[in-house]
């Protein structure tokens, strides 16, 4: 059984880099895309980009500038580095494995989800 | 970016009953919108994906319908484990974005 488990400090100082680990048990990194998301306190969810495996990384323009997705398949860990973070990176963030699909035309879901880690800005 | 906006925000409801959940999207994502199920300290839990699609092991009193711009989740006969919070999110342009979310409370 695949699970995902992300970790990292909780607290990031201002003008810091928020940096996250997500750990694949039971899988391989190798062959899927890897998402990170995240949901400030009382706000919705926002997807921070994703990588395919230990490929090229795609992100939202909105945080592009400042974060950094890597995966690491020897390791089965995906990263994210996040630098010049505010109080408005204060979230719990999740890491997500995509599941493709074909729905009149190819597409992709969240399908595993780890359980979240939160991260303070202070 | 695309502009996903559920209704509504919250709702009450008792087990036994009907529940509906609508999904609006600021321009057509075909039948590229996914529903998930979040209750607190948990993973949140993909339900639905291409609009209709039920993943394996999610009840069948679970149901997704719509295309283009308008999209329905529907729970028949609300279970106590279904008290959760639901999000949908299209996939149909990046970035891909999520509902602001429906929180289903015990009544």
């Known amino acids: 059984q695949v699970q995902l488990q992300e970790s990292g400090p909780g607290l990031v100082k201002p003008s810091g880099t928020l940096s996250l680990t997500c750990t694949v048990s039971g899988g391989s990194v190798r062959d899927y895309y890897w998402s990170w998301i995240r949901q400030p306190p009382g706000q919705g969810l926002e997807w921070i980009g994703h990588i395919y495996g230990s490929g090229s990384p795609s992100y939202n323009p909105s945080l592009k500038s400042r974060v950094t997705i890597s995966g690491d398949t020897s390791k089965k860990q995906v990263s994210l580095e996040m630098t010049s973070v505010t109080a408005a990176d204060a979230a719990v963030y999740f890491c997500?494995?995509?599941?493709?699909?074909?729905?009149?035309?190819?597409?992709?879901?969240?399908?595993?989800w780890g359980q979240g880690t939160m991260v303070a800005v202070s | 970016d695309f502009q996903m906006t559920q209704s509504p925000s919250s709702l009450s409801a008792s087990v036994g009953e009907r529940v509906t959940i609508t999904c609006r999207a600021s321009?057509?994502?075909?039948?590229?919108l996914n529903w998930y199920q979040h209750r607190p300290g948990e993973a949140p839990k993909l339900l639905i994906s291409g609009a209709s699609t039920l993943q394996t092991g999610v009840p069948s009193r679970f149901s997704g319908s719509g295309s283009g711009t308008e999209f329905t989740l529907t729970i028949s006969g609300l279970q106590r484990e279904d008290f959760a919070v639901y999000y949908c999110?299209?996939?149909?342009?990046?970035?891909?974005?999520f509902g602001q979310g429906t929180k289903v409370e015990v009544k």
């Open positions: 997500a494995r995509h599941l493709r699909f074909y729905e009149s035309g190819w597409s992709y879901a969240f399908d595993l």
């Open positions: 321009q057509s994502v075909t039948r590229f």
């Open positions: 999110q299209q996939t149909h342009a990046s970035p891909p974005t």
